[in-house]
C-alpha cells in the first residue's frame, strides 16, 4: 500500500464560503470587470459589484417563487453566463443546485428531477423548458426573453433582506449542490456537496495553480457547467480575479477564442485533440505534411529534453515560425497556460502542447471530490501523471485502487446509503480508478476498476492504454476494447470523416463511406493502429482483430457521457451485432 499525503492545507474559515467571498470581491474591488458577456459581436463586462447585486436580486425572486432553504432547484442551460448567475442566486437563497446537461433526454431528466425532489426548475429557453415539464410535473421558470429580470422584478424589500440573512446564516455543513454523476458504469448517482467541499476545493486548487492564475487574465469558459470540474475551474477563476468569459451562441467558438483572446484555456482532452486534428488537418500537400511532422518531433523533443543544444534550439525557431506561432494564434495568442482534465491525455499531445509553448496541466479527480484531487502545475510537473495532491489531500493506493481523503470528498450520495457504505473505507473514499504514485508523490491513472476486461483465460486487461495508442492513428476517431469472458481482445473502431475523406483522394480511392471503410487501403491503415498499440502489451493480451463501424459513437444515442466518455455498456448493447460477428 502507497500514500501520499501534500502540505498542510490552506486554512478555510467556517464563514468563509463562496457566496462571502463575492460579496467581499464586491466591497473591495466593486468595479472591477469580472465577467464578460457576447453582445451585438462585442463583450460586455460586469463588474464584481454588478455580479452581487444581480445574483441578490435573483435570489430574491426565487424566495418571492415560496423557494425555501434546502429546497433543490434544478437548472437546464447551455454554458452562459446566466448559468452561473443563477447559480449563485440559488446558493444565496439558501437552496441546491441540482445542474443538468442541455443535451439530457426526457429519461434521464426524469430520474434527475424524481430522485432530487426539485421544487423548481430553471431552464434555457422553450425548448428545454418543454422538455423539464414531460420529465416531471414541476415549476419551470425560463431564462431568455429577460426571465431573470422578471423574476427579479417579483422581489421586494424584506425578500432582498431575507436573502442577506440566509447567505450570512450559511455553513460549510449546509448543502450547496446535488450534481449527478455521469454514469459510464451504471444509473447516475447524486452526489451531495456542500458549501464546504465548494470553498475548500476553490482555495486548495487556487493555491496549487498559483502560477498559472495571474490576475488581470482571462478564461473562455466552453465546458458545460453542469460538470463539476467546469464549475469548480470557474469557482477557482473567479476567485483569482480572472474575467470569465461566455460563448456566443450564434458565432463559431473558434471565433470567440480569436477575439476573446484568452490568457487561460481549460478543456478535456477530446478538445486539445481536435485542436491538435485542425493543424494537421491544415497541413495538406506533401512539403506541408513533412513541415508539420518536422514541427511536432521538434516539440516532443523539445518538451522531453532537459538540456536544449543548438541543433534543437535552431530547429525549434524554425518550427516556431512555421507552425506553432500559427497554433497560438488560433487559441487567441494569448494562451500561456492550458488545464485538462476529465480524462487522460494521450502523452505524445502533452509534450507537442509544451513544445510548442502551450504547457497544459493535467489532473485528476471526480464529482465525489468536488473535481480536483491533484493537479500538476508550472512548478510541479510531470508530464504523464496526474500531479501532486492538492494540499490538506491524502492519496491512498491499495491494491492498485485509487483511494481519496480531503475536505472536497462528498458527503454522501442522495437517497442511496447502502452505496456511500460501499465507496467508503472509513474516512477513505475508493475512486474505482486504478494506479500508482511515485516516488515524488505524482499519481499516476492507468484505467476504471470496473472497466477491466476479464477474458476467458482470467487474464485482467485495462483497455485504456490500447484505446489511447489505436486512436492516436489520423484515420481513427474513437475506438473501443470488447472482450470481457471471450477468448481474445478485440476493438471497435470509428473512423474520423475529415481524415477519411482526405485519404481517398490522396490515395484515389472512390467511393461512399461504407464502401471506403471495407476497402483493403483504409484496413490496412487501422491494421497498423492495432500493431502500435500491441506493442504495450504481451502477447496474450493483445487485441486480436478489429471491426470498423459505420458511424461514431454518439452522445444523442447514450454511447457517450457528455464529457464524451465511453458508456461501454451502452455501445456494446447498440454494437452487438458486430461484436457477435469477431
Request: hydrophobic share 40%; charged share 30%; glycine share 8%.
Amino acid at each position: 500500500m502507497t500514500q501520499v499525503e501534500d502540505r498542510s492545507p490552506v486554512r478555510v474559515e467556517q464563514d468563509d464560503h463562496l457566496l462571502a467571498r463575492i460579496r467581499r470581491h464586491a466591497e473591495h474591488s466593486p468595479d472591477r470587470p469580472i465577467l464578460a458577456i457576447p453582445a451585438d459581436g462585442e463583450w460586455r463586462e460586469l463588474s464584481w459589484s454588478a455580479l452581487n447585486a444581480r445574483v441578490r436580486d435573483v435570489a430574491a425572486g426565487l424566495v418571492a417563487r415560496g423557494v425555501e432553504r434546502g429546497d433543490r432547484v434544478a437548472l437546464m442551460s447551455p454554458t452562459r453566463a446566466e448559468w452561473t448567475l443563477t447559480d449563485l442566486a440559488v446558493l444565496s437563497a439558501g437552496a441546491v443546485t441540482v445542474p443538468l446537461y442541455h443535451t439530457s433526454s426526457v429519461e434521464q431528466c426524469r430520474m434527475i428531477l424524481r430522485d432530487a425532489g426539485v421544487r423548481l426548475a430553471i431552464a434555457a429557453g422553450d425548448e428545454l423548458a418543454d422538455r423539464l415539464r414531460e420529465a416531471h410535473d414541476v415549476e419551470v421558470v425560463i431564462l431568455d426573453d429577460d426571465g431573470l429580470d422578471r423574476l427579479a422584478a417579483e422581489a421586494g424589500d424584506d425578500d432582498r433582506a431575507d436573502v442577506d440573512r440566509r447567505v450570512h446564516n450559511l455553513t460549510h455543513d449546509d448543502i450547496a449542490t446535488i450534481v449527478y454523476t455521469s454514469g459510464t458504469t451504471g444509473d447516475p448517482k447524486g452526489c451531495v456537496l456542500t458549501h464546504g467541499n465548494l470553498a475548500w476545493t476553490t482555495s486548495q486548487t487556487r493555491h496549487q495553480l498559483e502560477g498559472v492564475l495571474r490576475e488581470g487574465g482571462t478564461l473562455l469558459q466552453m465546458l458545460p457547467l453542469a460538470h463539476i470540474f467546469a464549475r469548480v475551474i470557474q469557482f477557482v477563476c473567479l476567485d483569482a480575479n480572472l474575467v470569465v468569459g461566455f460563448p456566443s451562441t450564434a458565432s463559431d467558438p473558434r471565433e470567440d477564442v480569436r477575439s476573446f483572446r484568452p490568457s487561460l484555456f481549460v478543456g478535456v482532452p477530446r478538445a486539445f485533440e481536435k485542436i491538435y486534428e485542425a493543424a494537421r488537418q491544415q497541413a495538406r500537400g506533401k512539403v506541408r505534411q513533412r513541415i508539420f511532422r518536422f514541427a511536432v518531433a521538434t516539440a516532443q523533443a523539445w518538451s522531453r529534453s532537459e538540456r536544449h543544444r543548438p541543433v534543437l534550439r535552431a530547429r525549434r525557431v524554425i518550427a516556431d515560425r512555421l507552425v506553432f506561432s500559427r497554433l497560438r494564434a488560433a487559441l487567441g495568442g494569448r494562451v500561456r497556460h492550458c488545464v485538462s482534465g476529465g480524462a487522460p491525455l494521450s502523452t505524445d499531445l502533452v509534450h507537442f502542447f509544451h513544445g510548442a509553448g502551450i504547457p497544459i496541466y493535467e489532473g485528476y479527480g471526480l464529482t465525489e471530490t468536488t473535481g480536483p484531487a491533484t493537479v500538476n502545475a508550472p512548478d510541479a510537473l510531470r508530464v504523464g501523471s496526474a500531479g501532486r495532491p492538492l494540499p490538506g489531500t491524502r492519496i491512498r493506493v491499495d491494491d492498485g485502487e485509487i483511494l481519496v481523503r480531503g475536505g472536497h470528498v462528498f458527503q454522501r450520495y442522495f437517497h442511496d446509503e447502502g452505496r456511500t457504505d460501499e465507496d467508503f473505507d472509513g474516512d477513505w473514499f475508493r475512486t474505482g480508478d486504478l494506479g500508482e504514485v511515485d516516488d515524488d508523490g505524482f499519481l499516476y491513472v492507468k484505467d476504471r476498476k470496473k472497466e477491466l476486461i476479464v477474458t476467458a483465460s482470467g487474464k485482467n486487461i485495462a483497455p485504456v492504454p490500447l484505446e489511447d495508442r489505436v486512436n492516436r492513428h489520423p484515420l481513427v476517431s474513437q475506438s473501443m476494447l470488447v472482450g470481457d469472458q471471450r477468448r481474445f481482445v478485440a476493438v471497435l473502431v470509428t473512423l474520423d470523416d475529415a481524415e477519411l475523406a482526405s485519404f481517398a483522394r490522396e490515395r484515389g480511392l472512390d467511393g461512399e463511406r461504407d464502401e471506403l471503410i471495407a476497402h483493403e487501403e483504409i484496413r490496412a491503415e487501422v491494421s497498423k493502429a492495432v500493431d502500435e498499440a500491441n506493442t504495450l502489451v504481451s502477447e496474450a493480451e493483445s487485441i486480436r482483430q478489429f471491426v470498423i463501424l459505420p458511424r461514431e459513437f454518439l452522445e444523442e444515442r447514450g454511447e457517450l457521457t457528455p464529457t464524451l466518455k465511453l458508456k461501454r455498456q451502452d455501445i456494446a448493447e447498440h454494437f452487438s451485432d458486430e461484436i457477435d460477428s469477431i
